[in-house]
C-alpha cells in the first residue's frame, strides 16, 4: 500500500506521541453525522465505487475541495468549508468522504482509520470531487487539507491535472505517493514553527517541500508561522481542548487569521475571474 508520510511509518512513531501517555478507550468507529443543515449530501461516482461528499456554498461558483484531517469529516472539517464557502464573492465547498461514512472519536480511532486508507484511491475519489465541481458549474476548482488531507492536496497538484489551485495546511505526501518537484497546479502550504512531527509537517519537511516546489517551475508560497505547533488552524472549542489534550496548547488568532488571510489571496489569485 502506497501512503504518505502521517502513515504508519511516521504516525506510529512520532505523530500525536503524547496519546502514548494517555489511557484510550476501546477502538470503536461510529458513523459520521452531519447535523448542520447548510451541508448537503450528495454521492459521486468513480470507477467502481461511490461515495459520499458533502456540498456548502454558491451555486456556480469556483469550487473548493476540502480535504479531512486523520478524524474524518468531523465538525472541524466542517467549520473550515462552511467558512471557505463564504469568502470573496462565494465558494462551492465539498468535502469527499474519504473514510465512507466513519470518524475517529479519539486517537485510537482515528489511527485506526488512517491505516486502513486506500491513499491511491483516496487521490481517485479527489479527482472525481474536482470533476464533480466543473460539471456542477464550477469552472475552476482548487483542493485544500488540513495534516492528512494537507499532504493528499499536495499529491492532487502532481497528481489530478484537473486542479486549478492547491493550499495544503501542515502535511507533505511521501515521494511514494507524490513527488511535488512534479506539482502542475500552484501551491500554497502552511506550517506551525514548533510543529514536531518529523518527516511530515515539521520546520525540514516545509523547508524541503519549498525546494521541491522551486524545482517544479510552478506558482509557490511556503509560510512557517513562529510559535505554533500542529493543526493550528483548529479553533472550534471542541478542536482546542483536543488539541490541548494531544500536547498542543498553543493559541495563536492572529496566525489563523493570516493564514486565512493568505489562503483567500491564494484561492482568489487563481480560481476567480
Not at 119 to 130: E, F, L, N, P, T
Request: glycine content about 8%.
Amino acid at each position: 500500500m502506497v501512503g504518505i508520510c502521517c502513515s504508519r511509518s511516521i504516525l506510529t512513531k512520532t505523530l500525536f506521541f503524547k496519546a502514548a501517555t494517555t489511557s484510550l478507550p476501546r477502538l470503536q468507529v461510529r458513523s459520521v453525522m452531519m447535523a448542520d443543515s447548510s451541508f448537503n449530501k450528495i454521492q459521486i461516482h468513480r470507477d467502481d465505487t461511490t461515495f459520499d461528499a458533502y456540498v456548502v456554498g454558491k451555486e456556480d461558483a469556483p469550487g473548493i475541495v476540502v480535504l479531512q484531517e486523520w478524524w474524518g469529516v468531523d465538525f472541524e472539517i466542517k467549520n473550515h468549508a462552511l467558512k471557505i464557502s463564504q469568502f470573496d464573492s462565494g465558494y462551492k465547498a465539498l468535502i469527499p468522504d474519504l473514510y465512507r461514512g466513519k470518524v475517529g472519536l479519539d486517537v485510537a480511532e482515528a489511527q485506526h482509520l488512517m491505516d486502513g486508507l486506500d491513499w491511491q484511491g483516496a487521490v481517485k475519489d479527489i479527482r472525481a470531487s474536482v470533476n464533480w465541481l466543473k460539471a456542477n458549474g464550477s469552472k475552476k476548482v482548487g483542493v485544500t487539507g488540513f495534516c492528512m488531507g494537507g499532504a493528499l492536496s499536495i499529491a492532487s497538484s502532481v497528481l489530478v491535472p484537473e486542479v486549478d489551485a492547491v493550499v495544503a495546511f501542515y502535511g507533505v505526501p511521501s515521494s511514494e505517493l507524490a513527488d511535488p518537484t512534479n506539482a502542475k497546479a500552484p501551491v500554497q502550504a502552511h506550517f506551525g514553527e514548533q510543529d514536531g512531527f518529523v518527516g511530515f509537517s515539521d520546520v525540514t519537511a516545509a523547508k524541503a517541500l519549498e525546494e521541491k516546489l522551486k524545482a517544479s517551475g510552478v506558482p509557490y508560497e511556503v509560510h512557517i508561522y513562529p510559535g505554533n505547533a500542529h493543526a493550528f488552524m483548529n479553533r472550534s472549542p471542541e478542536g482546542v481542548e483536543r488539541r490541548k489534550g494531544m500536547g498542543m496548547a498553543d493559541e495563536d488568532e492572529a496566525a489563523v487569521e493570516l493564514a486565512w488571510s493568505r489562503f483567500r489571496s491564494w484561492m482568489s489569485r487563481f480560481l476567480l475571474p
